[in-house]
């Protein structure tokens, strides 16, 4: 997903009271980006209350296929990278701190909605800024718990980036998501691919404030 680091202050508006995700959920993210030719499904277990993260993607670039695994321990400061297709891992020091994932203060709330039948969401809207590059978004969250349906982010740059959200659910069902595979006791080359720098902006924080 496209996030970008420092959030853009909206200039004269009233500070928004602060959303986020739930401490602890998983749930299935489905991305495409039209100018990457990327399209990819991501199953994410997010623990704040532990300060770790686990996603497993499969990825299509083109005509190229992959699987690959980012395991971030926060409080261990460890990160794992494996690619499942050519059975890799990669261990590395996690320097960055735990971010929970949260709208950027400047976010607006633009309308709530129903989906379908019955599902209620609020539909937000956000700006978000890293140097010159500057990227509008728009987050769909349920009005009860404020679990993810979709986000859309665009900027001139990169284009246009959209991800969806499947059978969320809160809690952490198999804590054992967090262990790294076995092929990890031995370090082996980094593994750099699209969908590896897609779970790691994952890893980094990917709504931050």
Known sequence: MAR???ALALVAAVAAQQVCLPVQWEGY???YDIEKQ???GFNISYDSTNQRVRVYAKEAVGDRQGAFETIALFASKTLY?????KNVCHKTALNQPFQPECLPANHT?????????SLNVNVYGFIIQNGADVAHGQLVLTASGNAPVEEVTFDRRAGVDHSSFWDVTTGIKNPAVFTPPSICANAGPRVISTVANKARARISGIIRA
């Open 4 to 6: 970008l680091i420092v």
């Open 109 to 117: 709330l633009e309308t709530a909605a129903t989906i379908g039948i």
């Open 29 to 31: 993210e489905f991305n």
């Open 38 to 40: 990327f399209r990819g």
């Open 81 to 85: 990278e494996i690619d499942h297709t």
